[in-house]
């Protein structure tokens, strides 16, 4: 266990229906990153926090895609329309940098989302 | 972020040591060496990480060649429970790119 939280941790949906995925970071991790990951590749990022601020975005996110951390804490993303090719697990990390460059990115156990 | 280049999967026996290559031939100097693995169905985990000097912690051992080209990770007497995807990582931490880019990694297995 890292610390990290997600929920649901599996989500199985009709073509079309919405679904939101959250993500509890450690409490003191300032930075929050989004990534998926299909069958056999590695994690794909997807968009990146700073507390409240969304920095990054992948053109992976498409506009069917959001995500917010409103209070600089726990972080929802938000997949409106969904398609088959969504299927994949989507995992969250947060970090908090120091002077080391650890950069250490602690991961969550992901939400696995099949699209049927 | 540089592109890194490792073997698609590799097989080692339970207690002995695993080494796994990782090719970075494009490193620049200020980018950084990152190991993390994935155990099946789990998100990645962080191993170990260093700019030029052999580094060493709890889990494992990273060599950095003297012309930074490639690194090996070296898990000293590897369990059962090492077995899981490795990804050798490069990037500045001070960079634009805040993200971790992975590659496809080198599945190890642990065999008894």
């Known amino acids: 266990d890292t610390g990290v939280s997600q929920n649901p941790r599996h989500k199985i949906t009709k073509r079309g229906q919405n679904v939101t995925f959250r993500c509890d970071p450690i409490s003191e991790h300032n930075r929050l990153y989004w990534y998926r990951q299909t069958l056999g590749q590695g994690p794909e990022f997807l968009t990146y926090f700073q507390n409240e601020a969304q920095l990054e975005k992948s053109r992976l996110l498409s506009d069917r895609f959001s995500a917010e951390r409103p209070k600089g804490s726990f972080s929802t993303l938000e997949i409106q329309r969904t398609e088959q090719g969504d299927s994949a697990m989507y995992l969250c990390?947060?970090?908090?940098?120091?002077?080391?460059?650890?950069?250490?990115?602690?991961f969550g156990p992901g939400t696995r989302l099949l699209v049927l | 972020d540089a592109k890194t280049t490792q073997p698609p999967s590799m097989d080692c026996a339970e207690g002995r040591a695993a080494n796994l290559p990782c090719n970075h031939s494009t490193i620049s100097g200020n980018e950084y060496v990152y190991w993390y693995r994935q155990i099946h169905s789990q998100g990645p985990q962080y191993i170990i990480h260093g700019l030029k000097n052999n580094e060493t912690n709890e889990m494992a051992s990273l060599i950095i060649t003297e012309d930074r080209k490639s690194s090996t990770l070296i898990l000293p007497h590897a369990t059962l429970r090492d077995t899981a995807v490795y990804y050798c990582?490069?990037?500045?931490?001070?960079?634009?790119?805040?993200?971790?880019?992975f590659g496809s990694g080198t599945q190890l297995t642990v065999l008894p």
């Open positions: 990390a947060s970090l908090v940098g120091d002077l080391l460059f650890r950069e250490t990115q602690y």
């Open positions: 990582i490069v990037r500045d931490p001070l960079g634009s790119a805040r993200q971790l880019t």
